[in-house]
């Protein structure tokens, strides 16, 4: 825990999450489970356990597991526009019935999921990639919006650049904006942060920690990437509505389009096993990446990354990763504010 130890960090998003810094653990699908979550928030983070699509019991199992771990808050992450309505309301009954008190939601505001879990005095998270889906996400009752930018790996809803859209949103809500997409260390929480936003929302920060549910394999790849190593494709998209754009590491898939990275009908695209968790199949050009528990063509698979996947030179506990943020960025803030002073006086002095 680091409560007290970063002044300079602490926003009105910690008390009303119930964390000590303001970074957040993105929901990665398959990725961000109990472990990994855990260590976050044991950090003074704020983790979210990653649901999409995922069966009631498996919800079940890492939420209990999560706080057996820690007693720490946190929240679930599901995707209403991507998932089954059936599967969508166990999904949902699931977290309610086990007493879970926060959600994140992300792609097209479904009003109906954020009416349903604020009814039960839940809080919600929803991540937005346009301001019209920021707008849209506040009227239906969301309490903290996450500006997601085009940097950001995994999943990307829009087509600008983070702080751009953050500026945009901020300049509209009253309510608590986070910023997601290329943030990986502490330069990027202090930019964020003096920019007026609430935190950040880190992915591929913590999807290379040791905790993190991802197979080395993938790990190993992000060591060893640079920003340009990283495309924006919708190839990958099997599981997803048309049009669901990824970013990802380049690969034997990509490098096979060419310049053809976009417009690809899911309808068109061959349904190939090409690896397996246990005996459930992952099939080429789905929206699946490489886990633990994954075994077969990794390298074919979807390699995500954020297009701060330069700055990651290894591969660290979690809750180093919470640390080195925040120290460098309350080391960067206290610094720009001391200079601040001192220019205000040298000024004066001159008057």
Not at 106 to 111: L, S, T
Not at 315 to 324: F, K, N
Not at 330 to 341: I, K, M, P, Q, V
Request: glycine share 10%; with cysteine.
């Amino acid at each position: 825990m680091t409560d007290g130890l970063y002044p300079a960090l602490r926003t009105p998003l910690c008390d009303l999450l119930g964390c000590d810094v303001p970074i957040l653990l993105a929901g990665m699908g398959g990725v961000s489970r109990w472990e990994l979550a855990a260590a976050v928030a044991k950090a003074g983070g704020y983790p979210t356990l990653g649901m999409v699509r995922e069966a009631p019991e498996l919800i079940e199992h890492e939420v209990q597991a999560l706080r057996a771990a820690t007693g720490r808050s946190f929240a679930v992450n599901l995707i209403p526009a991507a998932t089954d309505p059936d599967l969508l309301d166990a999904q949902i009954a699931c977290c309610l019935d086990l007493g879970v008190r926060a959600f994140s939601f992300f792609w097209d505001v479904v009003p109906s999921a954020v009416e349903r879990v604020k009814a039960a005095g839940c809080l919600v998270l929803h991540q937005v990639g346009t301001v019209q889906a920021a707008r849209d996400a506040e009227a239906a009752g969301a309490d903290v919006l996450i500006a997601q930018g085009i940097e950001a790996g995994g999943h990307v809803h829009g087509r600008i650049g983070v702080f751009a859209l953050a500026a945009e949103i901020l300049a509209g809500t009253r309510l608590p904006v986070v910023v997601s997409g290329g943030i990986v260390e502490g330069r990027g929480l202090a930019a964020a942060l003096a920019m007026g936003s609430a935190g950040v929302h880190c992915g591929t920060a913590f999807l290379a920690t040791a905790e993190s549910f991802a197979h080395d394999a993938h790990k190993r790849r992000l060591v060893a990437a640079h920003a340009a190593d990283t495309v924006l494709t919708d190839i990958f998209v099997l599981n997803w509505p048309r049009g669901a754009a990824v970013r990802v590491l380049a690969n034997s898939v990509t490098k096979a389009l060419g310049d053809r990275l976009l417009g690809h009908d899911p309808d068109a695209l061959s349904r190939e096993s090409i690896a397996w968790d246990d005996d459930v199949a992952r099939l080429r050009f789905s929206t699946d990446s490489p886990l633990r528990t994954t075994t077969g063509d990794l390298e074919a698979m979807a390699l995500y990354a954020g297009q701060g996947v330069g700055q990651i030179t290894d591969v660290v506990p979690a809750g180093d990763r919470v640390r080195r943020m925040a120290d460098e960025a309350a080391a960067l803030l206290n610094r720009f504010r001391s200079d601040g002073c001192g220019h205000k006086e040298a000024r004066h002095g001159e008057e």
